[in-house]
T-cell receptor
Framework: TQLLEQSPQFLSIQEGENLTVYCNSS?????LQWYRQEPGEGPVLLVT?????EVKKLKRLTFQFGDARKDSSLHITAAQPGDTGLYLC??????????FGQGTTLQVKP | NAGVTQTPKFQVLKTGQSMTLQCAQD?????MSWYRQDPGMGLRLIHY???????DQGEVPNGYNVSRSTTEDFPLRLLSAAPSQTSVYFC??????????FGPGTRLTVL
């Protein structure tokens, strides 16, 4: 069974701080996506990484795919209250199986 | 485009009742899936489909049935509702197996 483990599960920080969320697996993924979910809504896709070692930036968010395509990280610079939400990583394997991590709940206090 | 739509938004059932959660997408996506989301457990895949007429089981399929007679629709049927099926249900669609578009969710309570 393929598993995606996210850490930390909960994070509460002050506005302006930096943070990193990790998504790890023992399996290789053909691609990995990061989603953000706000209360009462469905997840919204932030980014897809495909190539080992790939780095993508989305404003203050930096996403990295591990060289072996088994792990990924999300780094937020100078967090803002609007970044508050549940961050989910999602791995797609070549067999078509789809797996979500359990999520990281981020709270950014003003 | 409406994207992915789900109905109803809220539902309360009694144990043993059956019902169908509706999901529709207007993006001509081949891939569709159903997830349930429970506190502390993330999103767990119930069933998915890679095209009309083709469905497969996910991680937690027991107690649920699906069918895919058209590209647009992917209903989820609860055969005999149980309190353990109290959850938030999300339908999603994709043009590949990568980038998924999610509906707003159905909040189901089984008493």
């Amino acid at each position: 069974t393929q598993l995606l483990e996210q850490s930390p599960q909960f994070l509460s920080i002050q506005e302006g701080e930096n943070l990193t969320v990790y998504c790890n697996s023992s399996s290789v993924f053909s691609s990995l996506q990061w989603y953000r979910q706000e209360p009462g809504e469905g997840p919204v896709l932030l980014v897809t990484v495909v190539t080992g070692g790939e780095v993508k930036k989305l404003k203050r968010l930096t996403f990295q795919f591990g060289d072996a395509r088994k792990d990924s990280s999300l780094h937020i610079t100078a967090a803002q209250p609007g970044d508050t939400g549940l961050y989910l990583c999602h791995g797609s394997s070549n067999t078509g199986k789809l797996i979500f991590g359990q999520g990281t709940t981020l709270q950014v206090k003003p | 485009n409406a994207g992915v739509t789900q109905t109803p938004k809220f539902q309360v059932l009694k144990t043993g009742q059956s019902m169908t959660l509706q999901c529709a997408q207007d993006m001509n996506h081949e891939y569709m899936s159903w997830y349930r989301q429970d506190p502390g457990m993330g999103l767990r895949l119930i069933h998915y489909s890679v095209g009309a007429g083709i469905t497969d089981q996910g991680e937690v399929p027991n107690g649920y049935n699906v069918s895919r007679s058209t590209t647009e629709d992917f209903p989820l049927r609860l055969l005999s509702a149980a309190p353990s099926q109290t959850s938030v249900y999300f339908c999603a669609s994709s043009y590949s197996h990568k980038n998924w578009f999610f509906g707003p969710g159905t909040r189901l309570t089984v008493l």
